[in-house]
């Protein structure tokens, strides 16, 4: 079993940045991929951005395309990941998940990661 534990959230103003950080910890699990989802209160929980763990590869939603980055650790290829949010807009105001797990496809369907995190409150206002 792997725990995951997110970390960075806060409040700022539009257009500022804020620097999500996920921790996993286990490493030696059966999985390939890790993301970032978030979710607001009476709405389904959506995929923000993911990676495939080694090789590199990045998937984003179009609504944060150009403004946000998600990257890993090089050092610990499978164990820390990170989101940069960059232009942040009211819209994005969010409880941001961290998952991880073994992906085949459908990257950004919450249904598709094992394990996740407790979440972290983005608030931008």
């Known amino acids: 079993h792997v725990q995951l534990v997110e970390s960075g959230g806060g409040s700022v103003q539009p257009g500022g940045s804020l620097k999500l950080s996920c921790v996993a910890s286990e490493r030696g699990l059966n999985r390939n991929c890790m993301g970032w989802f978030r979710q607001v209160p009476g709405k389904e929980r959506e995929g923000v951005a993911t990676?495939?763990?080694?090789?590199?590869?990045?998937?984003?939603a179009d609504s944060v395309k150009g403004r946000f980055s998600i990257s890993q650790d090089n050092a610990n290829a499978k164990n820390t990941i990170y989101l940069q949010m960059n232009s942040l807009k009211p819209e994005d105001t969010a409880t941001y998940y961290c998952a991880t797990g073994y992906v085949g496809g459908a990257l950004l369907r919450p249904q598709s990661y094992s394990y996740w995190g407790q979440g972290t409150q983005v608030t931008v206002s």
């Open positions: 990676i495939y763990l080694g090789g590199g590869n990045t998937y984003y």
